[in-house]
T-cell receptor, first 117, second 114 residues
Framework: AQKITQTQPGMFVQEKEAVTLDCTYD???????LFWYKQPSSGEMIFLIY??????QNATEGRYSLNFQKARKSANLVISASQLGDSAMYFC??????????????FGTGTRLQVFP | EAGVTQFPSHSVIEKGQTVTLRCDPI?????LYWYRRVMGKEIKFLLH????????ESGMPNNRFLAERTGGTYSTLKVQPAELEDSGVYFC????????????FGPGTRLTVT
């Protein structure tokens, strides 16, 4: 069965430091996509970054990068130069396959990140 | 460009009552998804519309839940009758035909059944 595991319920990081949020996944489908979403206290889910299973390079979006290790089935999110505004819940998610039938996302339980001054 | 909007933001109802949640996707997005997060658990997929058609409703928990998307624009999710275990946050997301996997989420509706 497809599954996303986030083993860190909470993480603390000091402002300006880098932090890694862990995510492992399980799937038997060779085609899949991995996502990270941020959920601040206001409640909306903000799309951060996407990695396709066939992408050769790790995805990067500004201060966010995805450390994709296919053999280990891990897709950790790295936030560089943390800011106070990064404090939020972070969800890792996976999409399996291609096409309309398989665009549903499977989520992990989330990691709450707190950035302190 | 307006994002995905959901109404209401909060709803408190008694067990046995009916509640209808509404989602307005980003304009032009054919794909619309409903998810929910029950307290302390992961966010789970409920169903997926492509325009007005239900593409995948494998996540709908039971027949007390009814989703519609008349005209392929906004969608409603009705819970009738509500049970205590239906409490949680209901998210709606939408994506375009061109980038179907880039799902943009709304702020969610927090449903509390007492």
């Amino acid at each position: 069965a497809q599954k996303i595991t986030q083993t860190q319920p909470g993480m603390f990081v000091q402002e300006k430091e880098a932090v890694t949020l862990d995510c492992t996944y399980d799937t038997s489908d060779p085609s899949y996509g991995l996502f990270w979403y941020k959920q601040p206290s206001s409640g909306e889910m903000i799309f951060l970054i996407y990695q396709g299973s066939y992408d050769q390079q790790n995805a990067t979006e500004g201060r966010y990068s995805l450390n994709f290790q296919k053999a280990r089935k891990s897709a950790n999110l790295v936030i560089s130069a943390s800011q106070l505004g990064d404090s939020a819940m972070y969800f890792c998610a996976m999409r399996e396959g291609q096409g309309y039938n398989t665009d549903k996302l499977i989520f992990g339980t989330g990691t709450r990140l707190q950035v302190f001054p | 460009e307006a994002g995905v909007t959901q109404f209401p933001s909060h709803s408190v109802i008694e067990k046995g009552q009916t509640v209808t949640l509404r989602c307005d996707p980003i304009s032009g997005h054919d794909n619309l998804y409903w998810y929910r997060r029950v307290m302390g658990k992961e966010i789970k997929f409920l169903l997926h519309f492509v325009k007005e058609s239900k593409q995948d409703e494998s996540g709908m928990p039971n027949n007390r839940f009814l989703a519609e998307r008349t005209g392929g624009t906004y969608s409603t999710l009705k819970v009738q009758p509500a049970e205590l275990e239906d409490s949680g946050v209901y998210f709606c997301a939408s994506s375009s035909d061109r980038f179907p996997y880039e799902q943009y989420f709304g702020p969610g509706t927090r449903l509390t059944v007492t």
